[in-house]
């Protein structure tokens, strides 16, 4: 176990615990989660970098976009005030398909021909669940956290085996707040749906 901690890298340390405030503060609905999330993106990339995880670190990249992006939509959306949660569209799903698919396929091609990953297909998977959940939080779906959580399932054994062992952690946390942030969003969803 001191083996595993001492290979644990700042960056590591410092991404891991911004990720963690960002996922708690999403699972309370609170917008400012997008900028413990940003701080937390940022640290990750060079992990992922370093770590040959070259569609985890596109990911994070996309992370970082949709983190701002999410945040100004969530704070400032066309409604001009902050954007409610809602369930996710027949149209949404159809895009949120594409996404997965369209992002597999890019990732796994570009994986397989293009650089020197041995983990193409599951590098692949987790970004582009990821990808598409990323999405769907932005847009204040509640389905991200299901979208998300297939992401995660994937990503724990993909952690174990590049020996990033607190990242693995880290999706095991996440794979439980996503759990409890639907809950915690569908609370919400129907005391708004009481009070109207």
């Known amino acids: 176990m001191q083996d595993i901690l001492k290979q644990i890298t700042l960056p590591e340390w410092f991404g891991v615990l911004f990720s963690v ?21 940022l640290l990750t990339l060079y992990v992922m970098l370093t770590s040959k995880l070259y569609a985890e670190f596109t990911l994070n990249l996309y992370y970082l976009i949709m983190s701002m992006y999410g945040w100004l939509y969530w704070k400032f959306g066309k409604q001009k005030s902050e954007m409610e949660i809602s369930i996710t569209t027949t149209t949404e799903k159809w895009i949120t398909g594409g996404i997965v698919l369209g992002t597999f396929i890019l990732f796994w091609s570009f994986l397989t021909y293009f650089t020197d990953s ?14 598409a959940g990323m999405w769907l939080m932005a847009r204040r779906k509640i389905e991200n956290w299901v979208i998300l959580n297939v992401s995660n399932i994937i990503s724990i054994p993909l952690m174990i085996h590049k020996e990033l062992y607190l990242y693995a952690v880290l999706t095991s946390f996440l794979f439980l707040v996503a759990i409890s942030g639907y809950i915690e969003w569908q609370k919400i969803i129907k005391s708004k749906a009481n009070a109207e």
């Open 118 to 131: 041995d983990v193409p297909v599951w590098d692949s998977l987790v970004s582009a669940f990821a990808w």
């Open 21 to 41: 405030i960002q996922v708690l503060l999403a699972r309370k609905n609170n917008v400012n989660n997008y900028l413990f999330g940003i701080a937390g993106i």
